[in-house]
């Protein structure tokens, strides 16, 4: 895996997007490609590799390239169950429905099954409905009423048997065993405008990796397209990771005791809005460690997987509250994350002044201002120049004290830079 995922950010370093979301880009790809092909036993249920992922950044941080390469690969890796960029809750439903899996059911079978009703309860667990959806602004692929959609991924992620989703007119319709992957693009402030800020506690977003990205790399007028031979060769690999049989992965005896390490280790978000994530970062993990030894061609997962999957996780998660920025957190939360962002991209010391002048619009007057400062200065996200300069970036390196539990050096070194 660490070689695939090496020649792909190779493949893709000549692009201005960010290394971490060609990473996330293609590991989605990837479990969406996957499928149910493969999967882990659970207690009383399977975890299967599918990943709902949502890069978030500014403006121009080039997320939809990341998720326009990804998709691309899926495409000539003859993957057809892709969403289309925009639509409503009911069309998903349906379309998705008479979508194809490549496991030997013809979607005549999934109408048949929503007509008339599957044969036996073996039939159900034959049948599965499998699709990506990459949407590089992701509010705009849901259209109306997308808190009720989204209300009904969360539920979908790793279902068995019958989804029923109520459409038009008290109307519903059946998908059997939905295996739904989502890659994502958004920037903080659409983020925040779109949602309130008690959804990052729910299901969908529990589910959902943040992946923060800073435009960091040269800007490139004139992109090469990049060797025929060598996409043939990232589709080839990628196209050796679906199982034509549904295939248990099971963990070696040294992964079966890290997955156990790493569970009960003390959580590294000191963030209480990402509560909800850590209930389900175990089976995060393990979907990630599922897509790696299936990419390295292994059916054990060994303790090198898991200690990959756990550095990419880890670092991403220490990006996490950076992705949100002030979202969710008290009055005046979008203004304190737009001061933050303000301080983040002006070069050097930046006066009161200057920062009243990006914010004046959203305060009544300067004393408001001067709270939020002083709030964010006590919270560690902003420091004071001695003198009353003005007012710096305060960031720190991305470190972890337990090496047994992450290898950063697994990382590139642009992504070993990022500050959380």
Do not use: C
């Amino acid at each position: 895996m660490e070689d695939f995922l090496t020649q792909y950010l190779e493949y893709t370093e000549n692009t201005e997007a960010p290394a971490i979301y060609h990473r996330w880009s293609i590991l989605t790809a990837l479990g969406a490609y996957i499928g149910r092909s493969y999967y882990v036993k659970f207690g009383h249920f399977n975890i299967y590799p599918n990943l709902y992922t949502i890069l978030i950044g500014g403006a121009g941080s080039r997320k939809n390239t990341a998720i326009n390469i990804a998709k691309t690969l899926l495409r000539k890796s003859g993957y057809q169950n892709i969403a289309p960029t925009k639509t409503t809750k009911e069309k998903f439903f349906i379309d998705m429905s008479e979508q194809g899996t490549g496991h030997g059911s013809a979607s005549e079978d999934f109408l048949e099954a929503n007509l008339f009703g599957s044969k036996n309860e073996e039939d159900d667990k034959n049948i599965t409905h499998e699709i990506f959806i990459g949407a590089g602004e992701f509010n705009t692929f849901f259209g109306n009423n997308i808190l009720d959609f989204l209300s009904d991924l969360g539920e979908m992620w790793d279902y068995e048997g019958a989804f029923e989703s109520k459409i038009k007119n008290g109307k519903s319709i059946t998908v059997y065993n939905p295996t739904v992957s989502i890659l994502g693009g958004n920037t903080p402030t659409t983020f925040a405008n779109s949602f309130p800020p008690e959804i990052i506690g729910q299901g969908f977003f529990s589910r959902t990796i943040l992946v923060y990205g800073e435009r960091t790399r040269a800007k490139i007028t004139f992109p090469e397209n990049p060797p025929d031979e060598s996409t043939a060769t990232i589709v080839g690999r990628i196209k050796r990771t679906r199982g034509l049989l549904r295939t248990e992965l099971s963990f070696s005896p040294s992964a079966k005791e890290l997955v156990h390490k790493i569970y009960h280790a003390p959580e590294l978000i000191e963030d209480s809005r990402f509560e909800s994530f850590y209930n389900r970062r175990l089976t995060i993990l393990i979907k990630l460690g599922i897509i790696i030894a299936v990419v390295a061609g292994k059916n054990q997962i060994g303790a090198n997987h898991i200690l990959y999957a756990n550095t990419i996780l880890t670092h991403a998660e220490q990006l996490m509250p950076k992705a949100l920025g002030e979202f969710g957190r008290a009055k005046n939360s979008d203004v304190s994350h737009k001061v933050v962002q303000t301080i983040n991209n002006h070069p050097g010391v930046i006066s009161f002044r200057e920062i009243w002048a990006a914010v004046h619009t959203d305060l009544e007057d300067m004393k408001s201002l001067v709270v939020i400062v002083q709030n964010l200065v006590e919270a560690g996200k902003i420091q004071s120049v001695p003198g009353g300069k003005g007012f710096l970036p305060k960031k720190k390196v991305i470190t972890s004290d337990d090496t047994s539990l992450v290898d950063y050096s697994l990382l590139t070194e642009e992504e070993r830079r990022m500050k959380k």
